[in-house]
């Protein structure tokens, strides 16, 4: 059993960044693939970045390539998303989520992760 907190998002302006944060509970949190998604206001939740348990690939949703650094410290159970250069397009609720059996082709897929968080705000300004 995995519960997950996020933090970290709030209001920016465009250009701007902001560090989002996730706290683990649970002794296993290291054997979990960690992911970050994000839903905009009537639209399907979406896949942004993952990491693997060891922290040693990291995958991006094109949309956030290149401004968006995922990262993890298993001795403090935190999963971090670092989003720069942002954009109005990027105001969504932002979810954390644990996968522990990673099926190739399918980490972008929401339905296959295990647990969730309550999901943080991050609103953009133009």
């Known amino acids: 059993q995995v519960q997950l907190v996020e933090s970290g998002g709030g209001l920016v302006q465009a250009g701007g960044s902001l560090r989002l944060s996730c706290a683990a509970s649970?002794?296993?949190?290291?054997?979990?693939?960690m992911g970050w998604f994000r839903q905009a206001p009537g639209k399907e939740r979406e896949f942004v970045a993952a990491?693997?348990?060891?922290?040693?690939?990291?995958y991006y949703a094109d949309s956030v390539k290149g401004r968006s650094t995922i990262s993890r410290d298993n001795a403090k159970n935190m999963v971090y998303l670092q989003m720069n250069s942002l954009k109005p397009e990027d105001t969504a609720v932002y979810y954390c989520a644990a996968i522990r059996e990673v099926v190739a082709g399918l980490l972008t897929f929401p339905r296959e992760y295990d647990y969730w968080g309550q999901g943080t705000q991050v609103t953009v300004s133009s």
């Open positions: 649970g002794r296993t949190f290291s054997s979990y693939t």
């Open positions: 990491i693997s348990w060891s922290g040693g690939s990291t």
